[in-house]
């Protein structure tokens, strides 16, 4: 490889760093550390970074595509966690854990992660005491993130977590001028983030589309009335 190619690659992958949110803000060297214990993975569609129990060699932050993070319960059903995105990092807790991985991570699509290596990066932590607490945050957020999903998915069915989901994305979900809602990623990958398959997202859009609530074209579903389909929601929630 030449010098030009190097410093190429080298300075795409602090950038990738320095967008994840648990290194923003981290001063140029220290994210060179991070960069020199970290390596980059391609992944296609479907395929395992690593499955619950196995040894943990790290964490990940997403590059470009997306991750699902799932476990498979006793009837053998898969339930997705949370799926990851360019910028986002994940499996940080398996960092203080000897006991492995504890959930599957696959490739929804074509992607690319960093692989921020264990062994490292728990050196550098000792060196760096200031990012453990930024790890607590990341750690931190992804509760969050969990526990309002764990809540979704017990307490409301597809439809109603899909009008929650575009309300939120929706500029002002009282009005009732049309919202365009861009998908950033495949409507299969958006199915696994609300927890279900591809069939009955489909089948809940066509039902939207029929009420006249939404309108699709490619990726982009538009909201014809963000009340009216707030009004939904509320009836689903038994808010009325």
């Not at 803000?25 to 550390?33: A, E, I, S, T, W």
């Not at 569609?45 to 993070?69: D, E, M, N, T, W």
Request: with cysteine.
């Amino acid at each position: 490889m030449t010098n030009a190619w190097l410093e190429l690659k080298n300075n795409a992958l602090l950038n990738s760093l320095r967008t994840c949110r648990l290194f923003s803000g981290l001063p140029p060297d220290d994210l060179k550390n991070v960069a020199a214990i970290s390596v980059v993975k391609a992944c296609a569609k479907g395929a395992y970074l690593f499955r619950a129990g196995q040894p943990s060699h790290g964490f990940y932050i997403v590059q470009r595509g997306a991750v699902s993070i799932h476990r498979v319960n006793a009837a053998g059903k898969e339930q997705i966690i949370h799926v990851f995105h360019a910028g986002e990092s994940f499996a940080e807790a398996a960092l203080a854990s000897e006991a492995g991985y504890p959930a599957d991570a696959r490739a929804l699509e074509p992607s690319q992660v960093l692989l921020v290596q264990k062994n490292g990066f728990l050196a550098l932590l000792r060196r760096q005491p200031e990012l453990a607490l930024r790890m607590l945050a990341s750690m931190s957020a992804h509760l969050r993130t969990l526990i309002s999903q764990l809540e979704d998915l017990t307490l409301k069915d597809v439809e109603t977590r899909l009008a929650h989901w575009l309300l939120q994305r929706c500029p002002d979900a009282r009005s009732e001028k049309p919202a365009t809602v861009e998908l950033k990623t495949t409507k299969r990958v958006l199915a696994a983030e609300l927890g279900t398959v591809g069939e009955t997202f489909s089948r809940t859009l066509a039902k939207f589309r029929k009420q006249k609530l939404i309108t699709v074209k490619g990726r982009a579903i538009t909201v014809l009335s963000p009340c009216k389909l707030g009004g939904l929601l509320r009836h689903n929630l038994g808010e009325y």
